[in-house]
């Protein structure tokens, strides 16, 4: 069995960073829907949601940061331009959406879409012994679920 830096089998790295490099895909557009919407926001939410579209995106920078570099430690190669992102993202970019309810529900479906992704990855990972990269999934979900409700509980 050939194995990694980190001493994981390469063969089941290789393929779980199929799926992290999809998961950072999707992230990167994520996060691009979410500084459109900071940006072009308006009416009478304006300055809670232009504030929370904005902590929304910082995490979720930190985040593509940490996926980036876990596909690395792993000893792959994370996916790095525009063109990847787009290519592999289920997430779609967000254009001309001009009402701050839809962008919240967008912003809602964008977190599920991750969290299916993210479900997945630690399932694959588990099966790795990829300790690592269970934990990382298993601290997004968590943290996901609760932006979900709040966002629930917001547009109700
Ligand atoms: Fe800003």
Redesign the pocket.
């Known amino acids: 069995m050939k194995t990694n830096d980190i001493g994981l089998e390469i063969k089941d790295s290789k393929n779980l960073v199929k799926t992290l490099n999809k998961l950072l895909a999707n992230y990167q557009v994520y996060y691009q829907n979410l500084r459109n919407f ?2 072009n926001v308006s009416g009478p939410n304006f300055f809670e949601l ?1 504030a929370k579209f ?1 902590e929304l995106y910082t995490t979720a920078n930190a985040q593509v940061d940490e996926v980036a570099e876990r596909i690395l430690t792993l000893g792959e190669r994370p996916y790095s331009s525009y063109g990847e992102y787009i290519e592999n993202s289920g997430i779609k970019e967000a254009k001309e959406v001009h009402d701050a309810k839809k962008m919240v529900e967008i912003v809602r479906e964008n977190l599920n879409h991750l969290l299916n992704l993210e479900r997945k990855t630690l399932e694959e990972a588990s099966a790795n012994g990829d300790e690592g990269t269970v934990t990382l999934m298993s601290d997004y979900i968590t943290a996901k679920e609760k932006v979900v409700w709040m966002l629930s509980a917001y547009l109700k």
């Open positions: 900071h940006w232009h904005e």
